[in-house]
């Protein structure tokens, strides 16, 4: 499963994202965008549904992250209806 998202930053103080973007880095699933203003454009890859929504949640409970909208979700066909 493959989900786009956008999320809506909240600036760090020297407006580099740095704080928030760190703990994206690490993570494998997700891959980041370039920053436009303050919206970062990223994709989250996961093996099912569920772990797909626990990825989302997190970056929405990120400090720094004030609004995440999803754009897109892929669905594998052999993943629909677990």
């Given amino acids: 499963m493959i989900a786009s998202l956008v999320a809506t930053l ?3 103080e020297d407006s580099s ?3 928030t973007l760190n703990p994206l880095r ?3 699933e997700i891959e980041l965008g370039q920053i436009h203003g303050v919206r970062l454009p990223l994709t989250i890859e996961a093996e ?3 772990k797909l929504e626990l990825l989302t949640q997190w970056v929405q ?3 720094g992250i ?3 909208d999803i754009i897109v979700a ?3 066909p052999s993943v629909v209806g677990e």
Wanted: charged fraction near 40%.
């Fill in 66 to 68: 004030l609004h995440v």
């Fill in 74 to 76: 892929f669905f594998e």
């Fill in 26 to 28: 690490e993570r494998k």
């Fill in 10 to 12: 909240k600036q760090d």
């Fill in 61 to 63: 409970g990120l400090n």
């Fill in 17 to 19: 994202f740095e704080n």
């Fill in 48 to 50: 099912s549904t569920e």
